[in-house]
């Protein structure tokens, strides 16, 4: 789209619409994979470098986190180099901001070191439930406590005091409470059995043992919902972050809906990332994709023409938002099922965007467990009428809202500086294949 721009200010940001995104982009590193390599980093206590992290708000956060705990964090442009402390800290207060991954993974990784602890963060995330991975980390002898509202942050933590044996957790409402027993079991006493009751986003869990292996630890899948984690990391010297399939779905998502063409390159195909399956719905949707270099490139064909999809999207629940940006633009209408613990996220995801695109003009039902979204835009006029949408804080919700502006006129989002949790530079990104 020659000649076209985004509107930015620090308060908001202004998408032109009616272009044609094209170009090749870079894609960021994966915010999953650098933040389990940082937390197995502490974890195996041996210097490493971990090559092309993720340079955003999460990372910073678990960085500082480590210098707190004594840490010598050498930050470069290609990688970051880690070593741990001479004689541990005795006492430390951490404060994890919005990030809930960091958060439920130092609540069981602090319960393995020396000290006491106490794991903070901000006032939407001291909301979000913990008490799941806190009773799984007390049945093996943690000494973990929750704050005075039972089951949320903030939590006091000594240890080391994380013993061996059997323990059960639910993780329906994260995935992350078992990552972070997995991961921390791995410098428990003696092996650690872990049977799951239900689990949300199994994909994520994927990741976790990925990045377990890739750091020479050793969990063995016992069967459905069972695991035995073997204590004892071999550690690396350096380590590589994959690309980001997570972030790569937004601009293929631009380019499926305006019938564009868009190449994604720097991805792994080795990587356990369940996020990629939002290609195999562009698909499904209408869009053209195709892989090469090793699967290292995806280019993503538009035809400018989507078809609604019935998705059960309960393991990519990151990918609700971008698909529900995308459904008011296809012929009929798009059911997004079993996703409700979505609601406990940066924002009620659900709630939030279905606020957000009513606003614009879509027509949105809420489910207990997801969405359902008409394809009004598809077979009627485009509201033209300008907006302001609210992110709600969420660094999701406000990708997703830019992408309805490409074709939506009008569309302004409030405080764009969100996307720095995980994408900073989204907004150029989005800006370069709109072809500046």
């Known amino acids: 789209m020659t000649g076209s721009s985004l509107t930015w200010s620090e308060k908001a940001v202004t998408v032109p619409s009616g272009g044609i995104v094209s170009g090749r982009l870079r894609v960021p590193p994966s915010k999953s994979y650098t933040l389990r390599y940082l937390n197995l980093a502490l974890l195996a206590a041996r210097p490493v470098e971990v090559r092309h992290p993720l340079a955003a708000d999460d990372p910073e956060r678990f960085l500082a986190a480590l210098e707190t705990l004594g840490w010598s964090v050498e930050r470069g442009d290609e990688a970051v180099r880690l070593a741990p402390p001479v ?13 809930g991954t960091m958060f439920r993974l130092l609540a069981a990784s602090l319960t393995t070191l020396p000290g006491r602890f106490t794991l903070g963060g901000s006032s939407r995330l001291m909301e979000r439930p913990i008490a799941p991975l806190v009773e799984a980390l007390q049945r093996l002898g943690a000494r973990v406590e929750s704050g005075e509202d039972h089951g ?33 079991g791995s410098r428990a006493t003696e092996s650690v059995e872990i049977e799951v009751a239900s689990l949300a986003s199994a994909p994520y869990v994927d990741v976790t043992l990925d990045a377990i292996e ?17 204590p004892g990391l071999a550690g690396t010297d350096s380590i590589e972050v994959p690309g980001d399939d997570s972030a790569a779905a937004y601009p293929a998502a631009a380019a499926a809906l305006t019938g564009g063409d868009v190449v994604l390159e720097g991805l792994d195909p080795d990587s356990a990332q369940g996020d990629r399956r939002f290609l195999d719905l562009l698909r499904e949707m ?11 490139h995806i280019t993503v064909h538009g035809t400018g023409r989507l078809a609604a999809v019935d998705a059960d999207l309960s393991e990519i629940p990151d990918q609700v938002p971008t698909l529900a940006a995308l459904a008011p633009f296809a012929r009929g209408t798009t ?9 406990l996220k940066e924002s009620d995801r659900l709630a939030a965007m279905a606020a957000e695109l009513m606003r614009l003009g879509a027509c949105v039902g809420q489910l ?19 907006v302001t949408v609210d992110p709600h804080g969420d660094h999701r ?40």
């Not at 957790?169 to 078992?178: K, R, T, V």
């Not at 467990?369 to 300008?386: K, Q, R, V, Y």
């Open 335 to 343: 059911r997004i099922r079993n996703v409700a613990h979505l609601r």
């Open 214 to 230: 890739r750091f020479g630890g050793r969990v063995e899948v016992l069967g459905t919902g069972r695991y035995r984690v073997h």
């Open 87 to 99: 004689e541990p800290v005795d006492e430390a207060m951490i404060d994890c901001g919005d990030c």
């Open 152 to 184: 949320r942050g903030p939590l006091r933590i000594e240890g080391p005091s994380l013993g061996g044996g059997r323990t059960a957790i639910d993780a329906g409402e994260s995935s992350q409470f078992l990552s972070a027993v997995l991961m921390a």
């Open 397 to 436: 919700i406000a990708m997703s809202l830019a992408l309805v502006g490409l074709r939506r006129p009008g569309v302004t989002i409030m405080n764009p500086s969100v996307v720095s949790k995980s994408y900073p530079q989204f907004w150029s990104d989005l800006d370069r294949i709109l072809g500046r």
């Open 286 to 296: 209408g869009a053209n994709v195709e892989r090469s270099g090793g699967g290292r």
């Open 368 to 386: 207990d467990d997801g969405l359902e979204i008409e394809g009004t835009f598809a077979s009627g006029e485009i509201p033209t009428d300008p």
